[in-house]
């Protein structure tokens, strides 16, 4: 089972693993996908078209909102997760470790040491020159020139993107952090206004969402405009902009952390069914809960419905694990219970039922909790965190 972890809590080995890996997908041929031709010459640039050609796949073709196969749609959070397992499976057949997980960069906790001054972002692990190099040179088109992915004149070994906009044929890495319309990094409170909201998607399962909100369509970014996960491409700029974004090797990990935060968002949210369902009237195909979504749409293929439940696909987050919570008692005949409680961590709201107690970012703290002692009984109580 592959634990994905935080940039964070990687060791030098295993950046090191990341690397090899992702730098064995250049030289490897390209996957194949039935009915889909690619321009591709090796396996790295294929996901990075892939991306590309999804995001130019409008669906239904022609709509007026720019929603297509992977972007502006409800299918934007599963279409990711699947195009994330495949390149985290291709690496690890490239390293030959079938638990190698893919590492993620919370960049909401990231944000509280974001300091322009410090050009690199080197209080960032992610942008050190051991794992993936640091800002680009505004001086030199924004070409990155730190770290195992940059451009340096005359290596044969530097890393190069697959780049299909004629207008810009200079085919390095870009990096532009904070210099475009995103000048900070979303934060944990946003990441957390996210989190409490109760529906996945709703009509008319689009980029605007008419003023109404869903969390696929605020966690993607455009609800209020330039949030979450738009931000993060944005703050990060060259590169990371356009439709051949997976360029960067941060991708991954940005898509990593995102889908880290979707299953968190299903944690804290059980009963909350995946939308649309397959016989909504409105809803666009490619979109519903079980379609196949292009490119992958052979039989064998993962639909929608496959991908929602991340312990049925074999990887997991390192923060995941379980904490428990015990009630306390307080005075006169208020509850108590001698039993442990599992709970999931991180959800941010704090007054649901004590199956689902809602944790503090840590442990010490006590929350509100409420727990159903019998069908007609609820008593609320003090919980202390205490692991
Ligand atoms: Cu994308």
Redesign the pocket.
């Known amino acids: 089972m592959a634990i994905r972890k935080s940039v964070t809590n990687l060791t030098a080995a295993e950046k090191a693993q990341f690397i090899t890996g992702v730098k064995a997908l250049k030289k490897k041929p390209p996957f194949v996908l039935p009915g889909v031709t690619l321009t591709a010459t090796n396996m790295y640039d294929a996901f990075v078209e892939v991306?590309n050609m999804?995001?130019a796949t409008l669906t239904p073709p022609g709509n007026a909102t720019g929603r297509n196969a992977?972007?502006q749609g409800p299918a934007?959070l599963p279409?990711?997760r699947e195009?994330i397992l495949r390149f985290e499976r291709e690496l690890q057949i490239a390293l030959n470790d079938n638990n190698f997980g893919l590492p993620y960069w919370d960049w909401a906790a990231d944000s509280a040491l974001d300091d322009p001054a410090d050009s690199n972002r080197t209080a960032m692990a992610v942008w050190r020159d051991d794992l993936l190099g640091g800002n680009g040179d505004p001086a030199d088109g924004n070409h990155v020139k730190t770290g195992p992915f940059a451009h340096n004149p005359g290596d044969p070994e530097s890393w190069t993107i697959f780049d299909n906009n004629p207008a810009d044929r200079a085919p390095f890495l870009k990096r532009a952090f904070g210099r475009g319309s995103a000048p900070t990094l979303p934060t944990q409170n946003d990441v957390n206004a996210a989190l409490v909201i109760d529906i996945y998607d709703r009509s008319p399962w689009d980029r605007p969402g008419s003023g109404s909100n869903s969390f696929r369509n605020h966690f993607e970014g455009w609800n209020p405009p330039l949030g979450l996960h738009n931000r993060v491409h944005v703050w990060i700029g060259g590169s990371m902009s356009p439709?051949t974004?997976?360029n960067d090797p941060v991708?991954f990990l940005h898509?990593c952390n995102c889908d880290r935060i979707w299953a968190l968002w299903q944690i804290c949210h059980p009963n909350v069914p995946y939308a649309p369902a397959d016989n909504v009237a409105d809803a666009p195909a490619g979109h519903r809960l079980n379609d196949r979504m292009f490119p992958w749409t052979a039989a064998t293929d993962h639909r929608i419905s496959d991908l929602l439940d991340i312990t049925a696909l074999g990887f997991s987050y390192d923060d995941f694990h379980r904490r428990f919570v015990k009630l306390r008692r307080t005075t006169g005949n208020r509850f108590v219970s001698d039993a442990l409680i599992q709970v999931s961590t991180n959800c941010s709201t704090q007054n649901d039922t004590a199956v689902s107690i809602f944790l503090p970012a840590s442990p010490g703290g006590t929350i509100r909790a409420r727990h159903t002692v019998s069908a007609t009984e609820l008593l609320t109580d003090q919980v202390t965190v205490t692991a």
């Open positions: 991306h999804s995001m992977a972007h934007f279409w990711h195009f439709g974004s997976p991708f898509h």
